[in-house]
């Protein structure tokens, strides 16, 4: 029985990790009944499993309308995804609208301030709308994609392809006395608005580049909306007010939602 729910709870972690971490899991299971083979092996046959499972995803994701953004990103390419275990846990799969969107992104910030990189974090899972790319509820349909920002030092020398976290992801820019807190003063117990107060310390203080960031957010809301139907951005309101931003599609994701002043959250019609 204890085997049985430790096998369970695995399949379990696996699943809402990567998808399809628990399918691979069973399979090497399976096999590894079969044969009656040794833990190191077992290991062994379920990474062999999990490679093969994510390989044929990238293969049958697009049947189902999911494009995976490539983890492997050469020197001439512009869009890169912050980091290969975002490849490796599937949470790379984007509608090919939104991929199309992401790359014209990608180029136009090149063009302006040539040589710039543009950085992508959380996607979706290759499979199933409806099930959702934790700990971001929302991405659950190909149509949503998170980015980094764009970063400065000290000094004000563009950071390229550089984020605060080596994820990209809980390095928060936090707003100045007097800004707009919507959430100040609540105490939710069901939210994902987390502060990580702890980690913040471990993070270069480097600043937001905030030319780009507004020619990002300005292409956004223009092309962005006319030629591949952006519906919203998400962005914390002490940032948009810091950088200027009236556009109403910008908004506010609510308090139960993750904070939004370590990337920037889109998603299309
Ligand atoms: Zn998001």
């Known amino acids: 029985m204890l085997r049985f729910t430790l096998h369970a709870l695995i399949v379990l972690i696996l699943t809402l990790l990567t998808q399809i971490g628990g399918i691979a899991y069973l399979l090497a299971l399976a096999v590894s009944r079969i044969w009656r083979i040794r833990f190191p ?7 062999l499993c999990y490679a093969g499972a994510t390989f044929a995803a990238s293969l049958a994701a ?3 309308g999911r494009v995976p953004l490539s983890c492997l990103s050469g020197a001439a390419d512009h869009l ?3 980091s290969p275990i975002y490849c490796a846990l599937n949470r790379n799969y984007v509608t090919p609208e939104v ?3 992401a790359m014209a992104l990608a ?9 710039t990189v543009t950085v992508a974090l959380d996607a979706n899972f ?5 099930f959702p790319l ?9 149509r949503k994609l998170d980015f980094a920002y764009y970063y400065k030092d000290a000094e004000g020398h563009f950071l390229n392809g550089v984020t605060r976290s080596p994820i990209g992801y809980f390095a928060f820019e936090e707003p100045a006395p007097g800004d707009e807190l919507p959430c100040a003063g609540r105490n939710d117990w ?3 608005r987390w502060d990580f107060d702890a980690l913040q310390p471990l993070f270069p203080a480097y600043g937001l580049e905030e030319q780009r960031m507004s020619a990002m957010i300005a292409w956004l809301t223009t092309e962005g909306v006319t030629r591949f139907h952006l519906e919203k951005i998400f962005i914390e309101p002490h940032l948009k007010n810091a950088l200027g931003i009236t556009d109403t599609h910008v908004r506010f994701q609510g308090c139960r939602a993750a904070r939004h002043d370590d990337h920037i959250h889109i998603q299309v019609e």
């Open 190 to 192: 069901l939210t994902t």
């Open 62 to 64: 697009p049947m189902f």
């Open 41 to 47: 092996t077992k290991l062994a046959l379920f990474l």
């Open 107 to 115: 180029a136009h910030m090149d063009q302006e301030f040539p040589g």
């Open 99 to 101: 991929r199309d969107l």
């Open 134 to 142: 934790l700990p971001h509820l929302s991405h659950a349909d190909g």
């Open 126 to 130: 290759p499979f199933m709308n409806g």
């Open 80 to 82: 890169v995804v912050r």
